[in-house]
């Protein structure tokens, strides 16, 4: 089992900055991967990023790259993702979940991660 907290959603207006955390407990530290997943009303959960296990490589949706970045701590039980330049579009219910059977890479089906934390708001204005 692993639960997963994330914190550092909220409302910002369109050009500013957020990050998000993803605080891991549970099974071996940093023993899988993590990724970052939005979700808005009446549609799926959609991949942002992901960061792989072994090697932390990351792994960006088209529409955040260049904009946001995914990193971890040096124990790999916390994950971050800074968002930057954000646009009224960005806005979503953002939750991190993790992968325990990828090492190498990082999948975007949100139907391949194990474990999912609440989530957190953010809300961009124009």
């Known amino acids: 089992q692993v639960q997963l907290v994330e914190s550092g959603g909220g409302l910002v207006q369109a050009g500013e900055s957020l990050r998000l955390s993803c605080a891991a407990s549970?099974?071996?530290?940093?023993?899988?991967?993590m990724g970052w997943f939005c979700q808005v009303p009446g549609e799926e959960r959609e991949f942002v990023a992901g960061?792989?296990?072994?090697?932390?490589?990351?792994y960006y949706a088209r529409s955040v790259k260049g904009r946001f970045t995914i990193s971890r701590d040096n124990a790999k039980t916390t994950a971050y993702l800074q968002m930057n330049s954000l646009k009224p579009e960005d806005t979503a219910h953002y939750s991190c979940?993790?992968?325990?059977?990828?090492?190498?890479?990082?999948?975007?089906?949100?139907?391949?991660?194990?474990?999912w934390g609440q989530g957190t708001q953010v809300t961009v204005s124009s």
């Open positions: 979940a993790v992968d325990i059977h990828r090492f190498w890479t990082v999948a975007q089906g949100a139907d391949e991660y194990d474990f």
């Open positions: 549970g099974r071996a530290a940093g023993d899988y991967a």
């Open positions: 960061i792989a296990w072994k090697n932390g490589m990351p």
